[in-house]
């Protein structure tokens, strides 16, 4: 999306991922670290102040948060469901 100079919110709590992997991926579309295009929240997706903030202004929502893992839901069901089904 960066690459086709569309402008992107990314909202992540790094539960799973780094830092380091969005560095990576404006830099790979071109951009530094001072681009406009890319805003970031830091922040998790069952909460909806945090959702909510990400959505303003905003046309599509394309929704990639999820704890994957089997190993993981069979010990954290709990956690797992709310973060991939109530967060969604």
Not at 5 to 32: R, S
Not at 40 to 61: M, P, S, T
Request: hydrophobic content about 35%; some cysteine.
């Amino acid at each position: 999306m960066l690459k086709l100079n569309q402008k992107v919110v990314g909202l992540d709590n790094f539960a799973t991922g780094y830092k380091h992997n969005i560095d990576q991926a404006i830099k790979d579309a071109g951009l530094d670290s001072t681009t406009s295009q890319f805003e970031f929240i830091n922040g998790d997706i069952r909460n909806l102040e945090y959702c909510q903030k990400a959505c303003e202004k905003v046309q599509y929502v394309l929704n990639q948060a999820a704890l994957g893992s089997v190993p993981r839901s069979i010990e954290d069901p709990i956690n797992t469901n709310m973060t991939n089904i109530d967060g969604f």
